[in-house]
């Protein structure tokens, strides 16, 4: 029993935190297209608690699944949209996520029209999104650069010096 427990137990560890690791990144991605429909429904002046749930209802992803949870315990009084979104946000720990929370709630605690806050926390998530996508673009070419030299290069070189090295054996 101790040996399967010393066997299986970091395993599960791995496991679990990969699962964590898979549902931030899920959320990571999903958040853009959340924010961008939020942002409409706050434009045309819906009040922000039924601009998440509206929002949440018709966008199925992660995130709007966490925010319909955080959304029925506000409903029974449990406690705030401001508080729900924070525990989300500490739940997941994704930085994008953290951030547009921390700027929703500290733009309504302040009087902000929360519908600008909104508008620019998603062009700055865009902007990070295509920077993480350029990143990852120049190092899938620094990836590929190796099989090309060795598949394409090599041999093309080979069967030029092939003939070369013939004439010189020759003689």
């Known amino acids: 029993g101790v040996a399967l427990f010393l066997f299986m137990g970091p395993y599960q560890e791995q496991k679990l935190a990969k699962c964590a690791n898979t549902a931030r990144k899920q959320m990571a991605d999903e958040l853009p297209h959340f924010i961008d429909l939020f942002q409409t429904a706050l434009e045309i002046g819906v009040p922000v608690e039924s601009a998440i749930r509206i929002t949440a209802i018709n966008v199925p992803c992660l995130v709007s699944k966490e925010l319909l949870l955080a959304m029925a315990e506000t409903e029974i009084g ?73 598949f394409k290069i090599l041999p093309l070189l080979a069967i030029m010096l092939i003939p070369i090295m013939v004439q010189i054996s020759s003689m």
């Open 78 to 150: 449990a406690k705030g949209w401001q508080c729900a979104l924070e525990e989300i946000a500490l739940r997941y720990d994704v930085s994008v996520f953290s951030d547009f929370v921390l700027a929703v709630v500290a733009s309504y605690e302040k009087g902000i029209p929360i519908a600008e806050v909104v508008a620019r926390k998603s062009m700055e998530i865009k902007q990070i999104n295509l920077l993480d996508a350029k990143e990852r673009a120049a190092r899938l070419s620094n990836t590929i650069l190796l099989p090309v030299m060795v």
